[in-house]
């Protein structure tokens, strides 16, 4: 009898209710691998059922809602809380979510995903969205204006090109009209409840098929079922502070959460240098030298308001507010040292000269979700704008335009879910413009409608096999139709593994930029006189076919998922530059209205691409349960074909040689995270490495930061970070020339320009929680 006793001795209970907070009655609770049956929430959205001490796994589902799994330790009574997100949630790609720790829960869906929530984030105090972005080795960082903390950051998964992968606020598209990517070097970390990075083609996307990289889903933060404040104070190195605020609850049938965030750095670099004209004897008439204020300042806001109104569980309506502002000094990233040996002017300091870069984003979006018919209908209207300010004179023609980037969207979905299927069907409407300034005067306002419907839906074939699958129908007003599908398998060989294999096609519509002819007098000139960023209406899309194949299993303790994929891409968008022509000198002498012909750079779809690689990510929980180790590594395997010496990147502006790893893509990185917490003390420490071939073009190397704190009262947290405690790869300037070689074709090296990061940092951070 006491055996008995001993076994039941623990309770497990919980709430499982809506991302604003509403009840969700009669869902289904049950224990992974425990017959009985489990048990149905009440009303209110509570259970409660006995378990053994030891480690479990809750399974939630209710109709209407995607299912959810929660990894627990169990000790004593224990209680959690569980969000399950609509069947068509405001998210990329349909994924429960829940606001526990569920670190170790193994990958569910047809591809690779990994959610980095808030509370990964809050155990090593990171402070921006792209920090955390860094750990997982899928994500490929790009530096157009250098490497500098004031810097322009773009990040694109698992290939060269930021443009083929999806970035989104709440599965608002916000990729920037013009480079086709979106700078996310100062999305704060207080506005947001989690990312999620999702790679490859997903039968269940639910933004159509214009993408094959993957997305990354910044999750604003939600309403919460009992009221939450927060409050936190920064100083660090650098000149560095931030503050934010922010608020979550629920009254009645009312929900909030908003944030505010303001966060400063007077930056590593900020000093007086004479910059020279790179190539030109120093000191000579001809190049006199002028004294340039060098600085690495940023200043960033951000503001967030998410409303919701729950009639029902299954009936609402959200309307959510989004606004950042930054401005950034990029002077000491693009200018620098001249690395050029054999230039007058190496080691002098060689540059444009002083510049600053400012982005507004603005994202207003309204959901609502009602029951219709057998199923569910749920509506989206967003609107979105992208204004680019450039001060000073520009360093990368693709990036240092002024420009302004509108895109207004309605969408319907309608849903029905059956006991062992779920299937959707609906599609968008969206207009997006461009207009900007190109150096010689204004341009016309560029614009396209996108219209795309679909049906995707999943079936449970089988106890062990699901089945996912996705059509996708698009027509732009650009350059026409593209029709795309997807197919997913997910076995499930036992409750703690399951093997999955999905292929798919999927494509890149070319920019609007991209596809206009702009005259010959509103383009710059390069030192060969070669008129570049010139577009090109005779453009098509990129097209893709993707192959992928994961097992991810669980331990008693630890969690493994292995991925394999191979990305095969037809006619990749990249730059024509007419080398033999500049490197002759008869593009020289020409001028807008006596151009030589030939002497123009243009975008153009030529060749083939190849994308493939393995993922791994593992997770371990020690005993006892305070100290979790994270561990992701990443191959990455990517290089142009049928290609020849006439043609570069147009995000990393490399050359591209046939069957040659891209420029700035390593192909190995990975991460290690250690965190425990135990009573009131906490700490973490985390390493990011890159192999070679990095973005930086340096050596390989790794930055590691570290964090301490603990709990002053049960409402006040004091904690100390390090950042870059090594000072890897750390510098002042860029160096011109400087950067490791990349072997071109016949295996010439080529130079690079190295980019360099802070060194070590220290932030103080006092933070306040109810």
């Not at 000790?75 to 790609?93: F, K, M």
């Not at 204020?293 to 609402?316: D, I, K, M, P």
Request: with cysteine.
């Amino acid at each position: 009898m006491h055996v008995l006793l001993l076994a039941v001795c623990c309770i497990v209970s919980g709430h499982v209710h809506t991302a604003s907070g509403a009840p969700i009655a009669g869902a289904h609770v049950v224990v992974e691998g425990r017959s009985g049956g489990g048990v149905v929430t009440t009303a209110d959205g509570s259970f409660s059922l006995s378990v053994p001490p030891g480690d479990h796994q809750l399974d939630l589902s209710s109709k209407g809602y995607l299912s959810a799994s929660v990894d627990i330790v169990v000790g004593h009574d224990t209680t959690v809380d569980v969000t399950l997100e609509p069947v068509d949630a405001p998210t990329l790609r349909t994924i429960a979510a829940v606001t526990v720790d569920g670190r170790l829960t193994p990958v569910r869906g047809v591809v690779p995903s990994v959610t980095v929530t808030r509370s990964d984030m809050d155990r090593i105090n990171d402070d921006r969205i792209i920090q955390a972005l860094a750990t997982i080795p899928g994500t490929v960082f790009a530096h157009p204006d250098g490497g500098s903390a004031a810097g322009i950051a773009v990040v694109a998964l698992r290939g060269p090109d930021p443009s083929e992968s999806l970035d989104a606020l709440d599965g608002q598209l916000l990729n920037d009209g013009n480079t086709g990517d979106l700078n996310l070097a100062h999305f704060p970390v207080a506005a947001f409840s989690s990312v999620n990075v999702t790679e490859g083609l997903g039968p269940e996307d639910a933004n159509g098929s214009n993408t094959f990289g993957g997305s990354i889903n910044m999750v604003s933060l939600r309403p919460t079922l009992h009221p939450h404040f927060a409050f936190q104070e920064s100083v660090g190195s650098f000149g560095q502070s931030e503050q934010w605020v922010n608020g979550t609850g629920t009254h009645g049938k009312f929900g909030y959460a908003f944030a505010l965030d303001n966060q400063n750095t007077a930056g590593y670099t900020n000093e007086t240098q004479t910059l020279y004209t790179a190539g030109v004897a120093p000191g000579t008439p001809q190049n006199p030298g002028t004294p340039t204020f060098l600085g690495s300042s940023t200043s960033s806001r951000s503001e967030l308001a998410n409303l919701t109104y729950n009639f029902t569980s299954r009936a609402n309506i959200a309307a959510r507010i989004f606004v950042l502002g930054d401005n950034n000094d990029q002077s000491s990233g693009v200018n620098g040292i001249d690395g050029n040996s054999t230039s007058p002017t190496y080691g002098d300091f060689v540059g444009p000269g002083s510049q600053s870069y400012a982005q507004t984003v603005r994202a207003y979006q309204v959901r609502a979700q009602a029951p219709l018919g057998a199923g569910d209908l749920a509506a989206d209207v967003y609107a979105s704008d992208n204004n680019i300010a450039l001060f000073g004179p520009p360093s990368n023609p693709a990036y240092d335009v002024d420009h302004v980037d509108h895109r207004y969207n309605l969408g319907l979905t309608w849903a029905r879910t059956f006991d062992t299927s779920e299937y959707a069907v609906g599609g968008y409407s969206r207009y997006e413009s461009l207009a900007f300034v190109p150096p010689a005067g204004p341009a016309p306002q560029l614009g396209q409608t996108i219209n795309v419907l679909f049906a995707r839906g999943g079936w449970q074939a089988t106890k062990e096999l699901r089945v996912d699958a996705g059509l996708f129908q698009s027509r732009y007003t650009s350059f026409g139709s593209n029709l795309d599908g997807r197919l997913g398998l997910i076995y499930n060989t036992s409750p703690s593994t399951a093997l999955r294999f999905s292929l798919g096609t999927g494509f890149r519509a070319p920019l609007l930029i991209e596809r206009y002819q702009f005259p010959l007098d509103q383009l710059a000139q390069d030192g060969l006189g070669v008129f570049v960023g010139q577009g090109n209406p005779n453009e098509s899309p990129e097209h893709a076919t993707e192959y992928e194949l994961g097992v991810s299993h669980q331990f008693s303790s630890a969690t493994l998922d292995v991925s394999l994929y191979q990305t095969n891409l037809r006619n990749p968008i990249e730059i024509y530059y007419p080398l033999e022509l500049a490197q002759s000198g008869v593009c020289g002498a020409q001028t807008p209205t006596a151009p030589v012909p030939g002497c123009v750079s243009y975008n153009s779809n030529v060749g083939n691409a190849v994308y493939q690689g393995a993922e791994v990510r593992f997770v371990q929980r020690f005993a006892p349960e305070h100290l979790f180790l994270t561990a992701m590594y990443g191959l990455n395997v990517a290089y142009p074909k049928d290609l020849t010496a006439d043609f570069s990147n147009p995000t990393s502006a490399g050359n591209l040689v046939d069957n040659t790893q891209f420029l700035g893509i390593p192909q190995q990185q990975g991460s290690l995270e250690l965190d425990w917490a135990e009573n009131a003390w906490h700490a973490g420490a985390q390493a990011v490495f890159r192999g070679n071939n990095n973005e930086l073009n340096q050596p390989p190397f790794t930055v590691i930061n570290a964090t301490v704190g603990v709990g002053l009262t049960k409402f006040i947290d004091f904690s100390v970070q390090g950042t870059n405690i090594f000072s890897d790869a750390a510098g002042r300037y860029t160096i011109f020339g400087g950067g490791v070689p990349y072997l071109g074709f016949g295996g010439t090296p080529l130079p690079t320009d190295r980019y360099t990061i802070e060194p070590v940092g220290v932030r103080a951070i006092l933070t306040l929680k109810t």
